[in-house]
């Protein structure tokens, strides 16, 4: 079991910076990837970015492209999005997710374990 705690969500004006954090805890000995997602109220959870285990690899939602950076320490057992010119339409829960393999994924249903979410509102 892995349990994942996101922290960083906050309000923020438009055009304006926050990094998100994701720590994970429990069976984090083995290699696993990690993705970011959100969700919109009254709309899907979708895809905004992964990372493969080693960092290497690297895969972002056209939406978060040019914007947001993924990154991961896997000595601290975190990863992390740093989100720059942020919108008013990137208002949404942002949820971080992990499982087992070396390379990334990009699929809600690719991911076994997942966190809380926090609260990411751009005013405009």
């Known amino acids: 079991q892995v349990q994942l705690v996101e922290s960083g969500g906050g309000l923020v004006q438009a055009g304006g910076s926050l990094r998100l954090s994701c720590a994970a805890s429990?069976?984090?000995?083995?290699?696993?990837?990690m993705g970011w997602f959100r969700q919109a109220p009254g709309k899907e959870r979708e895809f905004v970015a992964t990372?493969?285990?080693?960092?290497?690899?690297?895969y972002y939602a056209d939406s978060a492209k040019g914007r947001f950076t993924i990154s991961r320490d896997n000595a601290k057992n975190t990863v992390y999005l740093q989100m720059n010119s942020l919108k008013p339409e990137d208002t949404a829960v942002y949820y971080c997710?992990?499982?087992?393999?070396?390379?990334?994924?990009?699929?809600?249903?690719?991911?076994?374990?997942w966190g809380q979410g926090t609260q990411v509102t751009v005013s405009s």
């Open positions: 997710a992990a499982r087992s393999g070396t390379y990334y994924y990009t699929r809600i249903n690719e991911y076994d374990y």
């Open positions: 429990g069976r984090t000995s083995s290699s696993y990837a």
């Open positions: 990372i493969s285990w080693s960092g290497g690899e690297r």
